[in-house]
Antibody, heavy 118, light 112 residues
Framework: QVQLKESGPGLVAPSQSLSITCTVS????????VHWVRQPPGKGLEWLGV???????NYNSALMSRLSISKDNSKSQVFLKMNSLQTDDTAMYYC????????????WGAGTTVTVSS | DVLMTQTPLSLPVSLGDQASISCRSS???????????LEWYLQKPGQSPKLLIY???NRFSGVPDRFSGSGSGTAFTLRISRVEAEDVGVYYC?????????FGAGTKLELK
């Protein structure tokens, strides 16, 4: 069964950094891309970036200076790191699978909530 | 960035009604390969989004045939032929042509 599961710290202090892990099962990261999408409370969806099967990445230019996506294929994990968090980074953070060449997100994780607050 | 504009933002419907959601992109989202990378996702209350339609009009696996997508160039439509209670939620269009990938603001479908 294909699954993605996000895990994160829950609460982050302003100006600190965020690290979230997306652990996947039922497929190999060497064959699929994984995207990150976030959703502030009560608001819409914002694409953050993607890491492809081969390890290359693309980022939302609005966040690129603060964002880093990496992965460990052997552990089936994708990592999102974001620096200098502010209150408007408070959101649900999702990872989603992208079958290479299809250009859609076929499976999403349940998301992990991140609150930026002192 | 490609701006995706959805209308309406709120759509009250009765069970069995037809529902229609419009999505317009600020520029063409047709790839040089001829494909148009426009998707529709449904986010039910308390859940993560789920794929309904890809490349404008292709229903994803398991999606009921009461859902259909159409359009071309910069104007796209999602139609639900006979709304059921399980269709309640927020519908998002998304362009998958160029970075950053961008979503519409969402259309909240609710029952009257």
């Amino acid at each position: 069964q294909v699954q993605l599961k996000e895990s994160g710290p829950g609460l982050v202090a302003p100006s600190q950094s965020l690290s979230i892990t997306c652990t996947v099962s039922g497929f190999s990261l060497t064959s699929y891309g994984v995207h990150w999408v976030r959703q502030p409370p009560g608001k819409g969806l914002e694409w953050l970036g993607v890491i492809w099967a081969g390890g290359s990445t693309n980022y939302n230019s609005a966040l690129m200076s603060r964002l880093s996506i990496s992965k460990d294929n052997s552990k089936s994990q994708v990592f999102l790191k974001m620096n200098s968090l502010q209150t408007d980074d408070t959101a649900m953070y999702y990872c989603a699978r992208d079958p290479t060449g299809t250009r859609y997100f076929d499976v999403w994780g349940a998301g992990t909530t991140v609150t930026v607050s002192s | 960035d490609v701006l995706m504009t959805q209308t309406p933002l709120s759509l009250p419907v009765s069970l069995g009604d037809q529902a229609s959601i419009s999505c317009r992109s600020s520029q063409s989202i047709v790839h040089s390969n001829g494909n148009t990378y426009l998707e529709w996702y449904l986010q039910k209350p308390g859940q993560s989004p789920k794929l309904l339609i890809y490349k404008v009009s292709n229903r994803f696996s398991g999606v009921p045939d009461r859902f259909s997508g159409s359009g071309s160039g910069t104007a796209f439509t999602l139609r639900i032929s006979r709304v059921e209670a399980e269709d309640v939620g927020v519908y998002y269009c998304m362009q998958h042509l160029e970075y950053p990938l961008t979503f519409g603001a969402g259309t909240k479908l609710e029952l009257k």
